[in-house]
């Protein structure tokens, strides 16, 4: 069964810093492109940032953009995102979800990137970013 565990979320205060982790559980991510998203109360999910499977693409929302970086180590199967710089409006439950590229056509596989949620088929369940005083 394919599925991505989310870890690393926390209680922090404003300026403080975070690293959520995104690891794969019956599958590699080799061959996957990983999207964050998160999802604020009352508010709709969005995208974060993203990481083609080979690393070589990244993408950031405007609002973590110098705050925020994702990075990926295939041999631990895992996708990190660092949050520095927390601010209360980062206050979300926190998803990765992944999408296997290695249908496309070279060398589009590798640095195939996405912010949109139909984009991805595989997500994890979350897990909790506030950041407050």
């Known amino acids: 069964q394919l599925q991505l565990v989310e870890s690393g979320g926390d209680l922090v205060q404003p300026g403080g810093s975070l690293r959520l982790s995104c690891a794969a559980s019956?599958?590699?991510?080799?061959?996957?492109?990983i999207g964050w998203f998160r999802q604020a109360p009352g508010k709709e999910r969005e995208g974060v940032s993203c990481i083609s499977s080979n690393g070589g693409t990244t993408d950031y929302a405007d609002f973590v953009k110098g705050r925020f970086t994702v990075s990926r180590d295939n041999a631990k199967n895992t996708v990190y995102l660092q949050m520095n710089s927390l601010k209360p409006e980062d206050t979300a439950v926190y998803y990765c979800?992944?999408?296997?590229?290695?249908?496309?056509?070279?060398?589009?596989?590798?640095?195939?990137?996405?912010?949109?949620?139909?984009?991805?088929?595989?997500w994890g369940q979350g897990t909790q970013v506030t950041v407050s005083s």
């Open positions: 979800a992944g999408t296997l590229t290695n249908g496309l056509p070279l060398p589009y596989s590798g640095i195939w990137c996405s912010s949109r949620q139909v984009d991805f088929a595989v």
């Open positions: 019956g599958f590699t991510l080799d061959y996957y492109a």
